[in-house]
């Protein structure tokens, strides 16, 4: 299979020696930064039930020891709390690099941290794969391409990004994080992995963070209107986070470096969207207009023929299946969180 080939085939095991666990697969260790956050704490799920060591690191900005707390006591699993922007030392096989706050509220709240979390967040990683051999996978965004002319986005297309407005210290941040990793693969021979994001949900993402999903979920449970910024004909296309998580292993163990756009190819109106959560939570819900934010896309949507083709990978699961899967983790955090104010 392909975990096979590839931990036998690439330099991705010069670091541990590891013992072989199972049929014809060698047990590595796994750094995982920002694994304590919604994706990365799927992620780390996946690795430590196929039988990996797993390390996270992750500064505790967006990211909750509660995402990961069901590995505490596990021996094959570490947590360290560290801020990447500051160098690290660690022996390992594999590194995800997720580190970075991915909601627009959390990414604009201290813009220069998270150019910086982007840009010496990122060389530091590819320092340490450099040093010891290990293979990186960076965790890019279908936001490289900024407002899209072209439409839906290849990996080809280059991009139409605003350089000094609000949302550049995340674009502009993944497109020097995707320029490193690149310079390090070409120059120092790192074997490196680009997986471009589109927007995804699932349990464990904030409550408050922002994002649409995330905010119009809590907003039915909570029995307040969907806030539907501008006129709410802008579009996204929106994949559930097992199918994310399933495309990441898929890049990580395969022979190409990318990038791959994984999404799921579904798009939606921000209406649409108001509809499939009011016909999934509260048909009574009602919907508010508010202003959009400066330099929001206008439409999303991958082309993922790609990593079709190369990776043997697609979505599974549509948002009326998905979302129905993160309504009861949210009614769960939603009712603690009225139970700790005593209501
Ligand atoms: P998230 O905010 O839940 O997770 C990010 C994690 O990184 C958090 O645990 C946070 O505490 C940690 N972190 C942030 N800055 C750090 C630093 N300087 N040092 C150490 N840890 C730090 O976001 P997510 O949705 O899980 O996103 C994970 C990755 O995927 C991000 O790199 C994001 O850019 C990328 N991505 C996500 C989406 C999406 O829709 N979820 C889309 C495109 C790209
Ligand atoms: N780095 C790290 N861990 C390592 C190796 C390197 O954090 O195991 C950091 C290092 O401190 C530097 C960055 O990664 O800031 C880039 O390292 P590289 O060796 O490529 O560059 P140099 O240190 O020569 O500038
Ligand atoms: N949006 C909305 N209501 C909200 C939050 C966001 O209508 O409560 C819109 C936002 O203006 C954008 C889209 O939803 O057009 C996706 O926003 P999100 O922050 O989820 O992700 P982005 O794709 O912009 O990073």
Redesign the pocket.
């Known amino acids: 299979n392909s975990e096979f080939n590839s931990a036998s085939g690439g330099n991705n095991n010069k670091g541990t020696g590891r013992v072989p666990v199972g049929i014809g697969r060698k047990r590595m260790r796994i750094v995982v ?2 694994g ?5 704490s799927h992620l780390v799920d996946k690795l430590i039930a196929r039988g990996d060591d797993v390390i996270v ?7 909750r020891r509660e995402n990961v707390m069901h590995h505490f006591g596990n021996p094959r699993f570490e947590l360290i709390r ?4 500051e160098p690290i030392l660690l022996e390992v096989d594999q590194i995800y690099h ?6 627009p509220v ?1 990414y604009k709240y201290n813009p220069i941290k998270t150019i910086k ?1 982007n840009v010496m ?1 990122t060389l530091n990683l590819l320092g340490l794969a450099k040093r010891i051999g290990a293979r990186f996978l960076l ?5 490289v391409y900024g407002d899209p002319l072209e439409h839906p986005q290849k990996e080809t297309y280059w991009g139409h990004v605003n350089p000094i407005g609000v949302r550049s210290c995340y674009d502009e941040g ?1 497109r020097t994080a995707e320029t490193l990793t690149m310079d390090y693969h070409r120059g120092a021979g790192v074997e490196v992995r680009i997986a471009r ?4 949900y699932g349990p464990r993402m ?1 409550l408050d963070d922002g994002r649409v999903v995330s905010n119009f979920v809590a907003q039915a449970i909570r029995k307040q209107p969907l806030t539907v910024y501008g006129d709410g004909k802008q579009t996204r296309s929106f994949q559930y986070v097992s199918d994310l998580v399933n495309g990441l292993v898929a890049l990580m163990e395969s022979e190409h470096v990318g990038p791959f756009n994984l999404g799921n190819p579904g798009e939606f109106t921000m209406l649409e969207l108001a509809e499939v959560v009011k016909e999934t939570i509260d048909p009574s819900a009602t919907i508010e207009y508010k202003p959009n934010t400066a330099d929001d896309p206008h439409k999303r949507k991958p082309d993922i023929t790609k990593a079709k083709e190369l990776l043997n990978w697609e979505p599974k699961v549509s948002l009326r299946e998905g979302l129905p899967l993160m309504v009861s983790d949210f009614r769960n955090r939603i009712l603690n969180e009225d139970e700790g104010k005593g209501n």
């Open positions: 930064t920002g304590a956050g919604f994706v990365g690191i992750d500064n505790f900005f967006t990211g560290h801020d990447v922007v997720l580190a970075c706050p991915a909601s959390h979390t967040g965790t890019s965004t279908s936001e993944k994001i589109f927007n995804t904030c």
